[in-house]
């Protein structure tokens, strides 16, 4: 990876990839934490659920980890579902790098049952994804192969 970089963040929709790609990336750079997303939220953010607000506040936290880790000379591998302007604006600033990973909904809505249930807050289903104008994005649409070579090329 790129010496700038002190981090890297997945975000992307349920089922795109990012807990694959996060593990992938953490055997590959030594000194690293995963941060998991479904993790932070079963051990730390178990008061909140899944609005717009509370998916707010979840990733607060974990670009707060992702803080800790660096000064503590960790590099931080983050994975969410959600995303904000200010939060990516925030990651860039410290020089965490972030990632939206891509996968055809047809592909993920049939492995992922909260795509099929009548689950509310749902970002892809119920909630649109804000456009971020994304300049870093991963579609993980063929196989795990050139999936994990694409995560190569970006952290060579």
Avoid at 32 to 58: M, N
Avoid at 106 to 117: C, E, F, L
Avoid at 137 to 147: A, G, L, M, R, S
Wanted: net charge positive; charged share 30%; proline share 2%.
């Amino acid at each position: 990876m790129s010496k700038k970089h002190k981090g890297i963040w997945f975000y992307g929709n349920a089922g795109t990839g990012k807990s694959i790609a996060s593990k992938f990336i953490k055997k590959k750079i030594k000194n690293s934490i995963l941060l998991d997303g479904d993790q932070i939220r079963k051990y730390i953010s178990f008061d909140l659920g899944y609005s717009i607000k509370e998916r707010e506040i979840q990733i607060k936290r974990v670009y707060g980890l992702c803080k800790i880790a660096k000064q503590s000379n960790i590099f931080p591998i983050a994975c969410t579902v959600y995303m904000n302007t200010k939060i990516k604006k925030k990651l860039i600033n410290q020089n965490i790098l972030p990632i939206k990973i891509n996968r055809d909904f047809d592909k993920i809505k049939n492995r992922k049952n909260i795509y099929n249930h009548k689950m509310k807050n749902v970002i892809g289903k119920d909630i649109k994804n804000p456009n971020l104008r994304d300049k870093l994005e991963i579609t993980n649409n063929q196989t795990i192969k050139k999936f994990y070579n694409k995560l190569t090329k970006i952290i060579s």
